[in-house]
T-cell receptor, first 115, second 111 residues
Framework: DGGITQSPKYLFRKEGQNVTLSCEQN?????MYWYRQDPGQGLRLIYY???????QKGDIAEGYSVSREKKESFPLTVTSAQKNPTAFYLC??????????????FGPGTRLTVT | SQKIEQNSEALNIQEGKTATLTCNYT??????LQWYRQDPGRGPVFLLL?????KEKRKERLKVTFDTTLKQSLFHITASQPADSATYLC??????????FGTGTRLKVLA
């Protein structure tokens, strides 16, 4: 059963702590993405990776870090430097065709609450 | 800066009617436009993609139009059902791996 898994679904942390969100896909997709979604706002791109061992900053990368050591995995670390970390985090993957990356497949999301 | 606008107000329609959602954009020349459905607390699900050289795309009860002159896409759901109630997002892409998403329009189909 192919898809993207994110864990955990809900995550609670104290302010000042780093936290890592998991994202795994078995779709054999090359590209993976992390988005953040806040109420009333669209999805905002944090980081994306086109291939293993390579990733680029998105529009709101400050306070976040990622790694892409395996094709299947793209974990996101929310560091203490992120000023407003409470949000719904979505991981996605896609496979490029003809130089374009088309439909994205999203995971179920992780809702992070920092107090 | 690049901007996508979707009607932030919820759209309520009667079951059986056609729902029409709008996506407008500025300062962007997308190669393609996508529509996604998102249910509360869940990740978006891809519905349709339309390329810049296509005027219209259909899939079952769904229809998307793309007018690059008006910089607008319309998303239609015909014979709407209560199960169609969700938030619908549009996303623009060009010759890169990056997408720009709109804020979404919440649709409620009343039985």
């Amino acid at each position: 059963d192919g898809g993207i898994t994110q864990s955990p679904k809900y995550l609670f942390r104290k302010e000042g702590q780093n936290v890592t969100l998991s994202c795994e896909q078995n779709l054999n997709h090359d590209a993976m993405y992390w988005y953040r979604q806040d109420p009333g706002q669209g999805l905002r791109l944090i980081y994306y990776s086109q291939i293993v061992n390579d990733f680029q900053k998105g529009d709101i990368a400050e306070g976040y870090s990622v790694s892409r050591e395996k094709k299947e995995s793209f974990p996101l670390t929310v560091t203490s430097a992120q000023k407003n970390p409470t949000a719904f985090y979505l991981c996605a993957s896609s496979t490029p065709r003809g130089g374009y990356s088309y439909e994205q497949y999203f995971g179920p999301g992780t809702r992070l609450t920092v107090t | 800066s690049q901007k996508i606008e979707q009607n932030s107000e919820a759209l309520n329609i009667q079951e059986g009617k056609t729902a029409t959602l709008t996506c407008n954009y500025t300062n962007y020349s997308p190669a393609y436009l996508q529509w996604y459905r998102q249910d509360p607390g869940r990740g978006p699900v891809f519905l349709l993609l339309i390329r810049e050289n296509e005027k219209e795309k259909r899939k079952e009860r769904l229809k998307v139009t793309f007018d690059t002159t008006l910089k607008q896409s319309l998303f239609h759901i015909t014979a709407s059902q209560p199960a169609d109630s969700a938030t619908y997002l549009c996303a623009l892409g060009s010759g890169t791996y990056k997408y720009i998403f709109g804020t979404g329009t919440r649709l409620k189909v009343l039985a």
